[in-house]
């Protein structure tokens, strides 16, 4: 994957998640989290989250981790089993943190050590991503106090974040093509 591409496809996704955020309302507020509240969905996600986790976790070398392999696995087993059994609520939001942090590891993978003009501001988006992944997997009742308010009391916040979003986006679609 070149820097362009990658750059083009994460700016499209920026485009896109603010435009829809733009067009919601109020009302939409218990469609969207009874959305990141369905467990079949949370089940599935988190599995390939963690299927694509333990992918990377196996294929470490004896330099990175030692003779502790085997106990970070089972650690992660554990984690993981714990999860889909006694830690549902929200496991939807915990995915998706979980496979946002994976894919910026491959997208910041791509533009390292290229001198191409959008590789800052491309890891700069990557990187807010990973600090916003971090704090939704740790906390993901954070999105449930957090849309609610965005919906109805703070309005005009939400419209800025979208508005950042787009922006960004089209700031990296133009600065991947100059």
């Not at 889909?84 to 994976?102: E, M």
Request: hydrophobic share 55%; net charge positive; with cysteine.
């Amino acid at each position: 994957m070149t820097v362009r591409l990658l750059a083009n496809l994460f700016a499209g996704c920026l485009v896109i998640f603010g435009y829809g955020c733009l067009r919601l309302r109020a009302e939409h507020t218990p469609k969207v989290l009874s959305f990141l509240r369905n467990d079949r969905l949370g089940i599935w996600i988190f599995s390939i989250a963690h299927g694509w986790f333990f992918i990377h976790l196996i294929q470490l070398e004896e330099q990175d981790c030692g003779t502790l392999k085997p106990v970070i696995i089972g650690i992660f087993w554990f984690a993981f089993i714990g999860c889909i059994f006694y830690w549902k609520d929200f496991l939807l939001v915990r995915g998706v943190a979980l496979l946002l942090i994976l894919t910026a590891h491959q997208a910041l993978a791509v533009s390292y050590m290229e001198t191409n003009r959008v590789c800052p501001y491309l890891s700069i988006g990557w990187y807010t991503l990973i600090l916003l992944a971090l704090g939704f997997g740790i906390n993901p009742y954070w999105v449930r106090d957090l849309l609610p308010s965005l919906f109805s009391h703070h309005r005009l916040a939400l419209k800025i974040i979208a508005s950042i979003h787009v922006f960004y986006g089209t700031l990296l679609i133009i600065l991947s093509y100059a």
